[in-house]
Every structure is written in structure tokens, then in C-alpha cells.
């Protein structure tokens, strides 16, 4: 089955400066990939996502990345803000929405 | 309209007991799923339905878990004989995506219920 690695699992940044977060996949059938944003006590939060017939996507300061043949993607965040900090998941998916997830990134942006 | 609702929040159960977490999706979501997420983890796949249809039970991690999902709305996550390593977050999931497709669509999570078994 897929397996979702992700890291770095902590990223300390200040604020306006960028932060990466990369995950890799396994499974060559895996056809969407979104990003989840989960503060504490609260529900993950769909951010961005990505479809395999895209390279790259971006919404206001956030863009995903994704490289087929290498099995990876990308979530980049440009201008960190405080309210940027939270735990960020990426997830990848065959079919049936079925998603399997990484281990998820703490990413703490310090004014 | 109203996003995934579920309940209770949190629930404290001592071991051996059986516990029932409520789910309401979104009004109109054909497919709903079930994910377990441990403290410091990712979430991670229980059961998915389409409709009243449970197409995928494979997350399961025993016996003890049962769901169900009868009207093709509201479902019920059951988990009979708790214990301790049951402990987690639930979350409930819903999406409108109607069976195999090529496009996806996004994937609304509720707050989860909190299982504490003491």
C-alpha cells in the first residue's frame, strides 16, 4: 500500500522569512495530493492540493509542488506569519479518496 | 451550510466498556470516512462508505470496531471492550465524491471525538 513520509517534523522560522515542508510517496497510482493544516485541539483544515496532471499550484502565499517521477511534493509557505504556526500534514490518494497521511511538520513562526 | 458535526467531543470510558461516536456529515456528502489519529500522529484510515455502502473496512484494527452508516447520513463509529490503546482522536470525514473518479473532491473534517480509556 502507499506509505506517506514527511519532514522535517519540526521547522522553527521567523516571521516573513519561508518555510518548506517535502513529502515523498510510493505508490505510482496515487493521483491527489492535499495539505492539511491542524491546530491544536482543532480539525484538519484543507489548505492547498494538487492533482498528478499539475507541476505546481498557488494560492495567495502558499504553493504545493509536486514531482511525479520522483515520487515527491512540496508545500511552500512564503511571508510566514504568526497564525502560519500549526502542524501541517500532506496526504496522498489513488482512488476512493482514500487518504493515506504523513507524519505531519510543527512549524512554529516566531515574530 | 453546516460542517461535519460530530459527538461528543470527548469521551471518557474505562476500560472494558463500549463506546458509540456520532457523526453528521455535510448535507448532500456521499462519502464519509473514519480516521483514527494518535497523539502526535497523522491521521489514519478506519472505514470509508459511499451512501449507505461500506466499501473499505480495512483500517480496522479489530473486531472491536464496528461502523455503520444505515440512512446514508449520519454514521456510527462502535468500539466494544475498550482498551487502553484505543485511546485517540476520531475523525469523521465527508466529501462529495461519488465512487472512482479521477477528480477529487476535497475532503471536510469534523473536530473529532477525544477517547480517553482510563
Known amino acids: 500500500g502507499e506509505n506517506v513520509e514527511q519532514h522535517p517534523s519540526t521547522l522553527s522560522v521567523q516571521e516573513g522569512d519561508s518555510a518548506v515542508i517535502k513529502c515523498t510517496y510510493s505508490d505510482s497510482a496515487s493521483n491527489y495530493f492535499p495539505w492539511y493544516k491542524q491546530e491544536l485541539g482543532k480539525r484538519p483544515q484543507l489548505i492547498i492540493d494538487?492533482?498528478?496532471?499539475?507541476g505546481e499550484k498557488k494560492d495567495q502565499r502558499i504553493a504545493v509542488t509536486l514531482n511525479k517521477t520522483a515520487k515527491h511534493f512540496s508545500l511552500h509557505i512564503t511571508e510566514t506569519q504568526p497564525e502560519d504556526s500549526a502542524v501541517y500534514f500532506c496526504?496522498?490518494?489513488?482512488?476512493?479518496?482514500?487518504?493515506?497521511f504523513g507524519t505531519g511538520t510543527r512549524l512554529l513562526v516566531s515574530p | 451550510g453546516a460542517g461535519v458535526s460530530q459527538s461528543p467531543r470527548y469521551k471518557v470510558a474505562k476500560r472494558g466498556q463500549d463506546v458509540a461516536l456520532r457523526c453528521d456529515p455535510i448535507s448532500g456528502h456521499v462519502s464519509l470516512f473514519w480516521y483514527q489519529q494518535a497523539l502526535g500522529q497523522g491521521p489514519e484510515f478506519l472505514t470509508y462508505f459511499q451512501n449507505e455502502a461500506q466499501l473499505d473496512k480495512s483500517g480496522l484494527p479489530s473486531d472491536r470496531f464496528f461502523a455503520e452508516r444505515p440512512e446514508g447520513s449520519v454514521s456510527t463509529l462502535k468500539i466494544q471492550r475498550t482498551q487502553q490503546e484505543d485511546s485517540a482522536v476520531y475523525l469523521c470525514?465527508?466529501?462529495?465524491?461519488?465512487?472512482?473518479?479521477?477528480?477529487?473532491?476535497?475532503?471536510?473534517f469534523g473536530n473529532g471525538t477525544r477517547l480517553t480509556v482510563t
Open positions: 470525514a465527508s466529501s462529495f465524491n461519488q465512487g472512482r473518479q479521477t477528480y477529487n473532491s476535497p475532503l471536510h
Open positions: 496526504a496522498a490518494s489513488s482512488g476512493f479518496q482514500k487518504l493515506v
Open positions: 494538487i492533482r498528478s496532471n499539475v
